[in-house]
């Protein structure tokens, strides 16, 4: 499964945190409803990206993502942190370019690792 820009821009606001997300504050973080952040975490679920472990928290499945996204999303303060539908990627950048294509493979490589 191709990840779509904006189920990058999920997994990115999840690798904000240093463990499980939780769904209220995900939700507050993208600022989208939680009926809309509700299919993208059913998406990510389906294709093994995402797991959750409690109700209303979502966790990375594959070992090392939080870190890899970490290491390949640009820092930011104050409001250019938290501007509306938050996007790793720089002002004015389309949000395909978000995550490098490696993430499209990251479940398949995840056999070798």
Do not use: K
Request: aromatic share 8%.
């Amino acid at each position: 499964m191709e990840l779509s820009a904006i189920d990058r821009t999920f997994l990115a606001a999840m690798a904000q945190d240093d463990g499980p997300s939780n769904m209220s504050e995900l939700t507050a973080r993208l600022q989208v409803s939680p009926d809309y952040a509700s299919q993208y975490r059913l998406r990510l679920i389906a294709a093994g990206m995402i797991g959750a472990p409690t109700r209303g928290s979502v966790d990375f499945a594959l070992p090392y993502l939080r870190e890899y996204l970490r290491g390949t999303m640009p820092r930011r303060s104050g409001s250019e942190a938290t501007r509306s539908r938050w996007c790793p990627c720089p002002r004015g950048a389309d949000a395909s370019s978000a995550a490098p294509s490696v993430i499209r493979n990251v479940r398949d490589s995840a056999t070798f690792v």
